[in-house]
């Protein structure tokens, strides 16, 4: 199934938590689907870490980490998933 939509805006939905990924989710992607979805989980994730918070914000601190957070878990399952299925990303 192609990516409906902007990839980038998938990638920013998982860092706000609106979008959650999964194994059986991933099933309905192509290889090259689950490349570019990588691709744009990488350039959200150095986008929120280029973000100046001052450290006196302590809940936007919190905010920033647990976006980092979801994006990483993301990319680690859907590499896991890829390495299972032996699709080369």
Known sequence: ????????????DISQGYLIISAPMLKRYTPADLKIIVSNIGIVSRELRAEQIPLEDVVALKMKNMKVSRLNQAEMIIRAHCKKRRIPI
């Open 1 to 12: 199934m192609a990516i409906s939509g902007n990839p980038k805006k998938i990638a920013q």
